[in-house]
């Protein structure tokens, strides 16, 4: 997705130089009398790489957050600066220093991509602004957590957790190999899911990092993974790496001996796979945009601004943190929010979560959003009714069984207290 491609999708008509930056507009209606409130959100991704199909909705998901909050009626111009980090983490760091210190950029409703997200969390605290995680899955809300961020949608404890949980359940016997993206998501995915494997009995028999990004032909690791004799394959990664990885399984019918197990796998993924490939598969994810009336109800009011590639959890919970954010400003008052970041945490902590994306929720006290999650499966060809009708609902996970409990202690700035959740 390029900045030609941003500023259509935007609908806005305003270039602005600085660190790859685009303002887009989001409800910048203009009106005479009282000063209007300024506000800035920012957006970094991977807008050019493996997983750009699974970003590219974030922007269309914080506009209409904007819109749905009714910001141009409050008075308010809200911008969203959207960037490419290019998955590398001095890019994403420059960015939001450039953006806190010369764009006057108040919050980042995202900042994908583990590396990058951990290496924007010091500058965020830095700053003292605020900084909302959807697409970084490596946890934040343990000793790397901080009074600056909230962890939004998803980690690789919870993936782990809900999807490693559930194959043990169907397959107790099967032994497993893990097939892992070589930089923080890739080993946290890796580690937390061959805890849960051997905590439930189960045997793990090896365990293959590979170079990212710049991976394609993974049928070196492929043939190691089948050699070791274990009859699941649990896939941590994502993107392009997990359409490559599948495709060449078939292709080397390594499926045929090996069960694939996607620890972490978005909606777009199996769109462009099709459900000839993708149909039984299993998959762990924070929204669906056929779940309820409430998701039905929001899909319907996005999906003409995204029209060809339908948000994922990782671009969905835009949407969801967006919104809060703003009713946090609100609670708060602007100017005091736009004053003190770690103040605007702490009161978005206080302030219960609900929207269409995610339902009702909370923030615990350590920056971990509560939600539930959900399992699904694949459906078939023959199950499906339109191009988007592609997962069925397996179970539900309440959020206090999903994600990893409060270790006392772990998260540094909170003070030693019983945990509320």
């Given at each position: 997705?390029?900045?030609?491609?941003?500023?259509?999708?935007?609908?806005?008509?305003?270039?602005?130089?600085?660190?790859?930056?685009?303002?887009?507009?989001?409800g910048l209606a203009?009106?005479?009398?009282?000063?209007?409130?300024?506000?800035?959100?920012?957006?970094?991704?991977?807008?050019?790489?493996?997983?750009?199909?699974?970003?590219?909705?974030?922007?269309?998901?914080?506009?209409?957050?904007?819109?749905?909050?009714?910001?141009?009626?409050?008075?308010?111009?809200?911008?969203?600066?959207?960037?490419?980090?290019?998955?590398?983490?001095?890019?994403?760091?420059?960015?939001?220093?450039?953006?806190?210190?010369?764009?006057?950029?108040?919050?980042?409703?995202?900042?994908?991509?583990?590396?990058?997200?951990?290496?924007?969390?010091?500058?965020?605290?830095?700053?003292?602004?605020?900084?909302?995680?959807?697409?970084?899955?490596?946890?934040?809300?343990?000793?790397?957590?901080?009074?600056?961020?909230?962890?939004?949608?998803?980690?690789?404890?919870?993936?782990?957790?809900?999807?490693?949980?559930?194959?043990?359940?169907?397959?107790?016997?099967?032994?497993?190999?893990?097939?892992?993206?070589?930089?923080?998501?890739?080993?946290?995915?890796?580690?937390?899911?061959?805890?849960?494997?051997?905590?439930?009995?189960?045997?793990?028999?090896?365990?293959?990092?590979?170079?990212?990004?710049?991976?394609?032909?993974?049928?070196?690791?492929?043939?190691?993974?089948?050699?070791?004799?274990?009859?699941?394959?649990?896939?941590?990664?994502?993107?392009?790496?997990?359409?490559?990885?599948?495709?060449?399984?078939?292709?080397?019918?390594?499926?045929?001996?090996?069960?694939?197990?996607?620890?972490?796998?978005?909606?777009?993924?199996?769109?462009?796979?099709?459900?000839?490939?993708?149909?039984?598969?299993?998959?762990?994810?924070?929204?669906?945009?056929?779940?309820?009336?409430?998701?039905?109800?929001?899909?319907?009011?996005?999906?003409?601004?995204?029209?060809?590639?339908?948000?994922?959890g990782a671009s969905?919970?835009?949407?969801?943190?967006?919104?809060?954010?703003?009713?946090?400003?609100?609670?708060?008052?602007?100017?005091?929010?736009?004053?003190?970041?770690?103040?605007?945490?702490?009161?978005?902590?206080?302030?219960?979560?609900d929207d269409d994306?995610?339902?009702?929720?909370?923030?615990?006290?350590?920056?971990?959003?509560?939600?539930?999650?959900?399992?699904?499966?694949?459906?078939?060809?023959?199950?499906?009714?339109?191009?988007?009708?592609?997962?069925?609902?397996?179970?539900?996970?309440?959020?206090?069984?999903?994600?990893?409990?409060?270790?006392?202690?772990?998260?540094?700035?909170?003070?030693?207290?019983?945990?509320?959740?």
């Open positions: 997705m390029n900045r030609r491609d941003l500023l259509k999708s935007a609908g806005a008509g305003i270039i602005a130089g600085g660190a790859g930056g685009l303002p887009l507009a989001g203009r009106a005479q009398g009282a000063p209007r409130k300024k506000i800035r959100l920012g957006i970094i991704s991977d807008l050019s790489g493996l997983n750009a199909d699974n970003s590219e909705p974030s922007l269309a998901c914080a506009q209409q957050a904007i819109q749905d909050f009714g910001a141009a009626e409050k008075g308010w111009d809200v911008e969203v600066l959207v960037a490419d980090h290019q998955n590398r983490v001095d890019i994403a760091s420059g960015i939001a220093r450039h953006w806190f210190d010369n764009e006057k950029v108040d919050c980042l409703v995202d900042v994908s991509t583990s590396n990058t997200a951990l290496a924007v969390s010091g500058i965020t605290e830095a700053k003292n602004k605020v900084m909302l995680v959807v697409g970084a899955a490596t946890p934040m809300t343990d000793g790397r957590c901080s009074p600056n961020h909230i962890q939004w949608a998803y980690d690789t404890y919870m993936y782990a957790n809900v999807t490693a949980t559930s194959m043990m359940e169907r397959h107790p016997q099967a032994s497993w190999f893990m097939l892992s993206a070589d930089y923080a998501f890739g080993k946290n995915m890796a580690r937390d899911a061959m805890a849960v494997v051997k905590q439930k009995g189960g045997q793990v028999k090896g365990e293959i990092y590979y170079p990212f990004p710049g991976t394609t032909d993974f049928s070196s690791y492929l043939v190691q993974a089948q050699a070791s004799g274990a009859k699941v394959l649990g896939l941590c990664q994502t993107g392009g790496d997990t359409i490559a990885t599948l495709k060449q399984m078939r292709e080397f019918g390594i499926d045929q001996s090996m069960m694939p197990v996607t620890m972490l796998m978005y909606i777009t993924e199996v769109h462009s796979m099709g459900l000839d490939m993708a149909q039984g598969l299993l998959l762990t994810e924070t929204f669906y945009w056929d779940l309820n009336e409430r998701t039905r109800s929001f899909m319907q009011r996005i999906k003409d601004k995204t029209a060809h590639n339908w948000p994922g969905a919970g835009v949407y969801s943190d967006t919104l809060h954010y703003l009713k946090t400003l609100d609670a708060m008052g602007v100017e005091a929010a736009q004053a003190n970041g770690r103040a605007t945490v702490a009161r978005m902590k206080e302030i219960p979560t994306v995610y339902g009702k929720g909370w923030i615990r006290e350590d920056g971990r959003m509560m939600h539930d999650v959900h399992l699904f499966q694949v459906k078939t060809p023959a199950e499906s009714t339109q191009e988007w009708d592609l997962l069925k609902l397996v179970t539900t996970v309440p959020a206090k069984e999903a994600f990893r409990p409060i270790v006392p202690g772990e998260c540094p700035f909170l003070k030693e207290q019983p945990s509320k959740t």
